[in-house]
Nanobody, 126 residues
Framework: QVQLVESGGGLVQAGGSLRLSCAASGRASSTIDMGWFRQAPGKEREFVAAISWNGGSTYYADSVKGRFTISRDYVKNTVYLQMNSLKPEDTAVYYC???????????????????WGQGTQVTVSS
């Protein structure tokens, strides 16, 4: 079992920055792939970013490339999502997700993740 706790959401003006954190417990972080997803009101959940178990591969949705950066700290068992140049359309509940590194699967599909956090609200005002 993996427990995930997100933090760092809040209200920010367009053009501003936020850093989301996802603290994982229950398994060594070096054995799990991690991802961030978001869901805006009335919309389906969508992929935002992901990072492989060894940090060697990162993936981003086209809508956030160049603005968001995913990273991980193995000592703290934490994954981060640095969000810069935020836009009102980034407003959503952001969820952290985790899956075992085995089997190797695409990290952009939500269905491959077994564990999810409770979500943290990000609101970007125009």
């Amino acid at each position: 079992q993996v427990q995930l706790v997100e933090s760092g959401g809040g209200l920010v003006q367009a053009g501003g920055s936020l850093r989301l954190s996802c603290a994982a417990s229950g398994r060594a972080s070096s054995t799990i792939d991690m991802g961030w997803f978001r869901q805006a009101p009335g919309k389906e959940r969508e992929f935002v970013a992901a990072i492989s178990w060894n940090g060697g591969s990162t993936y981003y949705a086209d809508s956030v490339k160049g603005r968001f950066t995913i990273s991980r700290d193995y000592v703290k068992n934490t994954v981060y999502l640095q969000m810069n140049s935020l836009k009102p359309e980034d407003t959503a509940v952001y969820y952290c997700a985790a899956k075992s590194r085995w089997p190797a699967q695409t990290l952009i599909a939500g269905k491959v993740y077994n564990y999810w956090g409770q979500g943290t609200q990000v609101t970007v005002s125009s």
